[in-house]
């Protein structure tokens, strides 16, 4: 089971055509190249969607694609995280207290993907981290129930503010 919300906004991506189309065809004429699948958010949660279609169907050699996201919801039930295990190894990076990664909630059915890398700490560089074990490690940021905020946790990763970061130009 995938959410509702993040199932229609992928299939309304996915059916624009050129996106699938696009990769299969360079994928095609560069295989060895090395293929990055990652996403903030809301894109995150798409991009974990599009890493199945991509790795499900084949559509580029697995030992050739890194996989991570930033602030990524939960996106489906436990099979589909454990599908995405199966298929490919992902980080979701959570930054502290960010409110995004703890929605929807485990008691609506929903469960995260491994690898959680935590960053409990303002993730300037040099920071520490953890490699958190399993799907929901509760050493790591399921330990906060409450306090969880969005600014600035969920639009500040690695010192730099994602919410502009694109609008300016990505530098």
């Known amino acids: 089971m995938v959410g509702p919300y993040f199932n229609t906004a992928f299939e309304a991506i996915r059916s624009t055509g050129g996106l699938g189309e696009d990769l299969q065809r360079l994928s095609k004429a560069h295989p060895d190249y090395t293929l990055y699948i990652t996403g903030h958010s809301l894109g995150a949660a798409l991009s974990t969607m599009g890493a199945i279609r991509v790795t499900k169907n084949k559509m580029h050699p697995v030992e050739n694609i890194i996989f991570y996201n930033f602030g990524e919801p939960r996106t489906g039930d436990k ?16 930054d502290n207290k960010d409110i995004i990664p703890h929605t929807p909630f485990n008691s609506m059915g929903y469960q995260h993907h491994r690898t959680e890398v935590f960053y409990e700490n303002d993730m300037t560089p040099g920071s520490s981290y953890v490699v958190c074990q399993g799907q929901e490690d509760p050493n790591c940021s399921d330990k906060f129930t409450d306090d969880l905020v969005f600014d600035p946790d969920h639009f500040h990763y690695f010192d730099i503010h994602v919410e502009t970061y694109g609008r300016n130009g990505c530098t």
């Open 79 to 94: 099979k589909f995280a454990n599908l995405l295990g199966s298929l490919l190894q992902g980080y979701r990076i959570v």
